[in-house]
């Protein structure tokens, strides 16, 4: 049976992949921060207020076309971890990189991300 925290998070991905934010950051705690590694345009760390602001970036650079697809999803009641698989269209070529997102939650309510992603190199080809 499933931690309730692992069904917490799928519940977040299904919303991400409909387009959902307004679901997405109901799930997450009034301080969230959301953290980006790198050097990209993107790196950074992000609030409940600004997250919004970087999803339509990068929504508009790969034209709508990223998609997410979670491989598998572990949580307790303090962290989680998701593997997930990562695509989108950049100048007409597609790109695709795996990514760990780490997660901490406060009660019901994620308050930590951070992406680790498999190859810091594809990551920061796909978003430089």
């Not at 309510?109 to 990551?123: I, T």
């Amino acid at each position: 049976m499933p931690h309730p925290n692992e069904d917490l998070l799928a519940g977040l991905y299904q919303h991400f992949s409909q387009g959902n934010l307004a679901g997405v950051l109901a799930l997450c705690d009034d301080a969230i921060e959301f953290h980006v590694p790198g050097s990209s345009p993107f790196s950074g760390v992000y609030t409940k207020d600004t997250f919004p602001g970087m999803v339509g970036q990068i929504m508009q650079i790969s034209a709508g076309t990223i998609g997410e697809r979670p491989v598998t999803i572990i949580a307790n009641d303090d962290h989680g971890i998701a593997v997930l698989d990562h695509w989108l269209e950049r100048d007409g070529k597609r790109i695709e990189y795996r990514t760990d997102h780490l997660w901490q939650f406060n009660g019901d309510k994620v308050s930590r991300w951070e992406e680790r992603p498999g190859s810091m190199a594809e990551f920061e080809a796909a978003w430089g």
